[in-house]
């Protein structure tokens, strides 16, 4: 009776490992090249912000490869519902990463993303990744470079009156706008900034008049944010007023009046968002181009004579933003 016992309990035992489920296989390793997509407000040929990503996303595919990164784009996105129908579009095709470029773009992104929880989005400029673990944000402190540009602006104008053309009052514009005024004022207090808010990232006419009402009243130095300057740097290059320019480097516009131009290498970003991803990490981190990280470049025009000490004192001051000697005040 016992020898029965014992066979039929290692029977049932024998029938229940069998019938165990199997351990899950780890799922494959995805083959095939990162796939980046990317909405734009803007034109990739903008010389601005959207430029300064479409070059960042090149910068990326040279350094990895076109056998192992692709992008694609649609730029021109004004209308926020057409942007967003493409963001979702985009997501359906399973993109590895969307990037929203273009801060109205983020409700329509804080809507989207946890439809696609496998997808990572990255919008900007801004921090807030809305709390999504798909979300990467990132933002430019175009203070630094609007510093150093005021600085420079500063130590040019012989006027010494100044006139910025801004797009609208919010985000890097702003920051950029705040950072120049306040390099201005370090280093000449004597020198007048008018500043000119027109309204519009993409109006070109009303950029031009801006820029036509500072050289009126007497700026012989300009500088501005957005799109639309390329209508500001017409006006200056007409009158001989030199140029600083943002986000994208502006000196083939006016290879005689553009003295420097602060410009946003977004790859820097890309790279690490890429790496994350790559490791699982989808979202729910942001990133900050500066000075320090190369995210954000001062770069010269070489068909520009910048006198030595101008570019030791520019030199001077990148140095003392990224030691942290110099303080970035801000209204």
Known sequence: MKKVFWFVLTLALVLSACAAPATEAPSPAKTGPFRVAVVMPSATTDLAFGQSMYDALVAVQNEMGKDKFEFVYSEGMFVVDDAAAAIRDYATQGYDL????????????????????????????????????????????????GYVNGVLAAKLTKSKVIGVVGPIETGDAKLYVDGFKAGVAATDPAVQVNVNYI???????????????????????????????VGAIGKAEEAGALWFGTQSNQASLAPKIVVASQVYHWEVMLKEMI????????????????????????????????PDDAKALADETIKGIIDGTITITLP
Request: charged share 10%.
């Open 98 to 145: 969307i990037i929203a470029h273009g801060s109205q773009y983020g409700s329509s992104l804080q809507e989207i993303a946890p439809d696609f929880p496998e997808t990572s989005f990255a919008w900007g400029t801004t921090v807030d990744t809305f709390g999504l673990p798909n979300v990467f944000a990132y933002e430019a402190l175009s203070q630094e470079g």
């Open 199 to 229: 309204g519009s990232f993409s109006d070109v006419a009303l950029a031009s008049e801006a820029a036509t009402t500072h050289i009126a009243a007497g700026a012989d130095v300009l500088t501005g944010s957005a799109q639309m300057v």
């Open 275 to 306: 790496g994350l991803i790559q490791g699982g990490t989808l979202g729910g981190q942001s990133f900050s181009a500066n000075l320090a990280n190369g995210g954000q470049v001062i770069e010269f025009n070489d068909g520009y004579a910048l």
